[in-house]
Nanobody, 124 residues
Framework: QVQLVESGGGLVQPGGSLSVSCTASGFTLDYYGIGWFRQAPGKEREGVACITRGTDGETMYADSVKARFTISRDKAKNTVNLQMNSLKPEDTAAYYC????????????????WGQGTQVPVSS
C-alpha cells in the first residue's frame, strides 16, 4: 500500500524549532520530487519547501521561510524532513507532504500522493 505519513508536529513557542518528517511506505521517496506544503485556517495551501528527486536534489523555499526552514532526505529511513527554526506565529498551519513535485513546488501529476498532515501551532 502506497502511503505517506507526516509526524513530528506539535505546539512550539515563537522563536523555537521543530522538525517534521514525511515517511513513505510502499515506495521509495528518493525516486520522487517531494514537497512540504502548509495550510492555515482560512488560507490557501502554499508550498513552503521542495526537493527534486535523486540523491543531490535541488531545493526551493518560499520566501516566507527561506533561511529558517531546511528540507532534506534521509534515504536510510525513506523520509524527507523539514527542519523549522525561528518559528513565528504566522507559521501556524497544518503541514503536508506530497510526491510528484517539481522544483517550483508545483504538483506535476494527477497521481501525487499526499499525507494526512501534521499540525504545527506556534504560540506562547
Amino acid at each position: 500500500q502506497v502511503q505517506l505519513v507526516e509526524s513530528g508536529g506539535g505546539l512550539v513557542q515563537p522563536g523555537g524549532s521543530l522538525s517534521v518528517s514525511c515517511t513513505a511506505s510502499g515506495f521509495t521517496l528518493d525516486y520522487y520530487g517531494i514537497g512540504w506544503f502548509r495550510q492555515a485556517p482560512g488560507k490557501e495551501r502554499e508550498g513552503v519547501a521542495c526537493i527534486t528527486r535523486g540523491t543531490d536534489g535541488e531545493t526551493m523555499y518560499a520566501d516566507s521561510v527561506k533561511a529558517r526552514f531546511t528540507i532534506s532526505r534521509d534515504k536510510a529511513k525513506n523520509t524527507v524532513n523539514l527542519q523549522m527554526n525561528s518559528l513565528k506565529p504566522e507559521d501556524t498551519a497544518a503541514y503536508y507532504c506530497a510526491t510528484d513535485v517539481g522544483i517550483n513546488c508545483n504538483i506535476e501529476t494527477d497521481e501525487a500522493a499526499w499525507g494526512q498532515g501534521t499540525q504545527v501551532p506556534v504560540s506562547s
